[in-house]
């Protein structure tokens, strides 16, 4: 019983404190499922924050303190909500109770469920689960501390009693939400500790879902999109053979590229700018592969804001530049064109390499296997199903908005920047070689389409046409 | 009529938009299964990638005789029997309605007494073998019409008689004569193919394999397409049903969502009543045992109680084949079932000497059976550490490390 409650703490609590914080951020007429879908992300984010910064400042972890912390932050952001003025949610697309939502719940238990009984009772599954973060996440909780984990170089020569040795590449948000269920449960179980995974799964259904509605969907179109997600075969894959790290990433992608098309037209945008923030870090955080899709995000944001008519001369020259660099490497011309970032690192091309700030380099190579294969996959691949050719079809209606709003311009540069970006890395590097493994391509596919699909979605229609609030203050835009 | 048909209320404009939607989505999907049959039907040739399936000869454990591999083709050496058996490992998995003709080309094969086909399948528990006929050097064989030759054969390989050495230059698998009837009916098994959960899904489902006639997404997005084109014309000729297109497409989406979705529904279903079938009521020490490498898991939870807890460090060594380099499975999962303990479990071998790396109060566990770096008498473990060895266990050994036998 002690264990049962302290799991459901373990999950109620982040996504309790994870629900207020978004609600507070977020602009007050945001519907429910994008706040409870969001707030469930940022919560799962912050519970392994508390953790680090418990770790800085004491030297262990444990769960009383963090949960302590976030209760009260719960109950401090409720009383500010109680006082603020809270919109309902827009009258033409409200999920009450009543037939139509009991009927969609129950469509989205028809994958979820089967899920979770896999879930509570396979053993841990897929390799890196139990060879990296499941690893680090086991030693973790066992020591109460955030142990160093070093190669197997440095442990070999190594004089600090408490390191250990595993595959450190990836980020730690992974293990440590991981950590974090099994300090609230007393004790590590590699099947309980994997819950939060469905309920991620599920958690993008509602982020999905909410974007549509938000952007100005009637709740059928919207319901069905969050439906369309949740039946990806990928994504119920990661969902259920649980304790891989891309579902998050998928999630705070979605989250963060959603929240940046919010900022850049409607209400609220300083708020919704905030959580893109929020979302990108806990993205780089899971996983390094996260620095990209921020790094093209941001770059399709800005390349969005100009107006209509310098669009009409910016769009020719970024394809004119892309396709010169495409052309440059083909023909196999050295290119030296990055930006120094500080002490981050580098941006661009330099020393035959590929350099992303936060991810390793790429060695450029030459007569590699080709962004064929990972198009190919768009619309043959049974791990998407019909995904592939939605999303592409959704960028075709969006792009043919693209003069009329920020939304619809964001949503063709980011399928313009992916695309060059995966034509570069997959024909041009030593990435190439996961193609031939073939580890990569759906993965990386999923994360795509999982931020292509909503973008899309918003672009359609526009924020314009997202609800007023009643008497909000943020200005207009 | 058209404002006659405007005024009609929702509902029924709704069911003649989803009937619409319907009727175009199944006759789309049915167009492009039957076309894709007739193309091949006609033209007589497979697409490339399902024609021929070419068993690779390598990787083959011999269960009798011996082999010897010369410029790729493959002698197999009868025991005192006369008799050879062999599987072909690193075949990989078709299922059994894409491939059915035999040919093995060899060289020798008037000395064969007697040639069989071994294979093994989903839906049988035992290896099944049906005989080869011999047509001069060539053996050959038809499967399509044998019982047993079922689901999704996951293993493959041949049983000689023969009273001297054979030589086989290559193996195919080869798709029946192209039909109709056969080409309808393999896209649908490929189709509602249920691949279950293996090493490799969590980076994407395989399908029915590389032999697939036409994927099944592939086959949704045109037939999706051809739906969409269907109503955009009975709407641009202004036909009565069509006054509004929106529910046709949207229902026409939703049934080839449906054809592609509900496969996979199915296979979460079944994976999940297996699971509850078999890890039901069990804890989580039961499910562990009841795995593949179960082994590793008795061998650390044995391991655990041999060594004080941590800091102390472990060394995790094991010499069988790692084609992958630094990395090996029973190593590495063996690292995940000791943690807490902490563990290296990178090398085939303990670090040499030079590096100055194994210390006094060290542990070292080998995996191997067949383990012969210690020696008993002078305590002594390769490359040259002194160990007093604490124990066995299913087929490992655990020693710890007093020092270095040059010290």
């Known amino acids: 019983m002690t264990e049962l409650i302290g799991l459901i703490c373990a999950v109620v609590v982040p996504w309790a404190m994870g629900l207020a914080l978004v609600s507070a951020l977020m602009p007050s007429n945001t519907n429910s499922p994008l706040r409870w879908g969001a707030g469930f992300y940022i919560g799962f984010a912050a519970a392994p924050a508390m953790l680090w910064v418990q770790q800085l400042f004491t030297g262990s972890i444990s769960f009383a303190q963090p949960v302590t912390v976030m209760l009260a932050v719960t109950a401090a952001l409720f009383v500010y909500l109680l006082y603020r003025p809270i919109q309902s949610d827009s009258s033409h697309a409200r999920f009450g109770p009543g037939f139509f939502t009991l009927f969609m719940v129950g469509v989205v238990l028809l994958f979820v469920l ?68 099994a ?57 259920v053979l649980a304790g891989y790290l891309d579902l998050w990433l998928a999630g705070y992608c979605a989250l963060m ?36 899709f921020a790094v093209l995000l941001s770059g399709a944001a800005l390349a969005s804001i100009p107006p209509a008519r310098t669009q009409r001369y910016l769009l020719p ?35 035959g390499a590929l350099r992303i700030p936060g991810m390793r380099e790429l060695a450029l190579e030459t007569g590699s296997l080709g962004a064929g294969t990972v198009a190919t996959s768009l619309f043959t691949s049974r791990s998407l199903g019909l995904w592939g050719w939605i999303c592409l079809g959704l960028v075709g209606l969006a792009a043919g908005r693209f003069f009329a709003d920020k939304q619809a311009r964001l949503a063709t540069y980011w399928a313009i920047a992916i695309g060059l970006a995966s034509w570069v890395a997959f024909s041009f590097t030593q990435a190439s070689r996961y193609l031939e493994i073939g580890t990569v391509t759906q993965r990386f596919l999923m994360v795509v389409l999982t931020i292509t699909f909503p973008l899309t979605l918003i672009a359609i229609l526009g924020v314009h046409s997202a609800p007023k609030p009643r008497d909000d203050h943020e200005p207009h835009a | 009529m058209a404002s006659e048909y405007r005024t009609k209320d929702f509902s029924q404009r709704s069911w003649h938009q989803a009937i619409t939607g319907l009727v175009c989505s199944v006759l789309a999907i049915t167009a492009v299964m039957f076309a894709t049959a007739g193309w091949i039907t006609l033209s007589g040739a497979y697409p490339d990638h399902a024609r021929e399936f070419s068993v690779p000869l390598t990787g083959v454990t011999v269960r009798a005789g011996t082999i010897e ?43 064969i007494q007697r040639a069989e086909w071994l294979w093994q399948s989903s839906s049988e528990e035992k290896t099944q073998a049906e005989p080869l006929e011999l047509y001069g050097d060539t053996l050959r064989a038809s499967l399509g019409g044998y019982e047993h030759w079922q689901g999704r054969i996951n293993g493959i390989g041949i049983a000689l008689v023969s009273t001297s050495p054979i030589t086989i230059n290559d193996i195919s698998l080869n798709p029946p004569p192209p039909s109709m009837g056969y080409l309808l009916g393999r896209m649908w098994t490929e189709w509602t193919f249920l691949e279950g959960y293996h090493g490799y899904t969590i980076n994407g489902l395989k399908g029915a394999g590389s032999a697939t006639l036409m994927p099944m997404p592939l086959a949704a997005g045109m037939a999706l397409l051809l739906s969409l084109a269907a109503i955009a014309l009975a709407h641009v000729l202004a036909l009565p049903i ?42 989580e020490a039961e499910r562990r045992l009841l795995e593949s490498d179960s082994r590793l898991y008795s061998i650390a939870s044995w391991v655990k109680k041999q060594i004080p807890p941590p800091p102390q460090r472990l060394f995790v ?41 194994v210390r006094p109060g060290d542990f070292a566990l080998i995996l ?40």
């Open chain 2, 242 to 283: 069509q006054i509004r297109p929106s529910g046709s497409i949207l229902a026409s989406a939703i049934v080839i969502w449906l054809l592609v979705t509900i496969p996979w529904m199915r296979q979460l279903w079944t994976e999940a009543a297996w699971a509850v079938e078999v890890y039901a009521g069990k804890s």
């Open chain 1, 257 to 292: 590229a959603i929240s940046l098309s919010f900022a850049m037209g409607g209400n609220g945008r300083m708020r919704w700018f905030i959580i893109a923030v929020l979302s990108a870090i806990a993205a780089c955080w899971a996983k390094k592969f996260g620095v990209l």
């Open chain 2, 69 to 111: 591999e010369h410029n790729g083709s493959l002698q197999l050496v009868p025991d005192r029997r006369g008799v050879v058996v062999v599987l072909f490992e690193d075949a990989s998995w078709f299922l059994a309605k894409q491939l059915s003709d035999v040919r093995m080309t060899t060289s020798g094969g008037s000395r």
């Open chain 1, 114 to 181: 089967p899920g979770i009984a896999d879930v509570l009772l396979r053993p841990l599954f897929p390799w890196d689960a139990w060879y990296t973060h499941a690893l680090q996440g086991k030693i973790y909780s066992h020591f109460s501390e955030l142990v160093e984990f070093v190669g197997q170089r440095k442990w070999r020569t190594q004089s600090e009693p408490l390191v250990f040795n595993t595959y450190t590449g990836h980020g730690r948000l992974i293990p440590l939400i991981q950590t974090w269920i």
């Open chain 2, 368 to 407: 191997d059976s067949d383990d012969e770096s210690y020696n008993a008498t002078d305590g002594k473990i390769e490359p040259g550490y002194q160990a007093i060895m604490l124990g066995e266990h299913r087929g490992s050994r655990l020693y710890r490390i007093v020092g270095r036998i040059d010290d």
């Open chain 2, 317 to 357: 060594v094991s010499s069988a084949p790692d084609p992958k380099g630094t990395t090996n499975f029973e190593r590495t999962k063996i690292h995940y079932y000791l943690a807490p303990h902490n563990v290296l479990s990178k090398f085939a071998d303990l670090p040499s000497l030079n590096s100055d790396t």
């Open chain 1, 183 to 239: 300090l609230g449960l007393g004790r590590w179980s590699e099947t309980l500790v994997n819950v939060p995974w469905p309920l991620a799964w599920f958690s993008l259904g509602l982020i999905t879902t909410g974007s549509a509605l938000q952007a100005g969907h009637d709740r059928w179109t919207a319901a069905m999109t969050g439906i369309a997600v949740i039946s990806v075969p990928i994504i119920g894959i990661h969902a």
């Open chain 1, 317 to 351: 020259a970024i394809g004119v530049s892309g396709l010169a660099a495409i052309s440059y490497l083909l023909a196999g011309a050295p290119i030296d064109l990055a930006i120094k970032i500080g002490a981050v690192g580098e941006l661009g091309i330099s020393d």
